[in-house]
Nanobody, 125 residues
């Protein structure tokens, strides 16, 4: 398993921006596709964005497309989520996830074998 630590969450006004980071403790970071998920109070955890190991392909949930950008720096073992034009509905705990080795990029929770502890993002009006 991969140890993942998220950072960068906080309180922001609607329309503002935040950048989340997720540091992975593994020497084989390049072998993992990476994803971001979120969970709002009383709701199920949902897919936000994913990126392949080479950054050659990215995928986004419709709700964040055009506002959020996922990227990764394999030299730093870190994946990022740049969130712009934040909306009240973006308030949630955001989780970083690493895919099971060798798997294809996925929107499903079952496609990921390692999870971070989460970072809270709160958007206020």
């Amino acid at each position: 398993q991969v140890q993942l630590v998220e950072s960068g969450g906080g309180l922001v006004q609607a329309g503002g921006s935040l950048r989340l980071s997720c540091a992975a403790s593994t020497r084989t970071f390049i072998t993992y596709n990476m994803g971001w998920f979120r969970q709002a109070p009383g709701k199920e955890r949902e897919f936000v964005a994913a990126v392949t190991w080479s950054s050659g392909f990215t995928d986004y949930a419709e709700a964040v497309k055009g506002r959020f950008t996922i990227s990764r720096d394999n030299a730093k073992n870190t994946v990022y989520l740049q969130m712009n034009s934040l909306e009240l509905e973006d308030t949630a705990v955001y989780y970083c996830a690493a895919s099971t080795p060798g798997s294809v990029i996925s929107r499903s929770l079952s496609g990921y074998g390692s999870w971070g502890q989460g970072t809270q993002v709160t958007v206020s009006s």
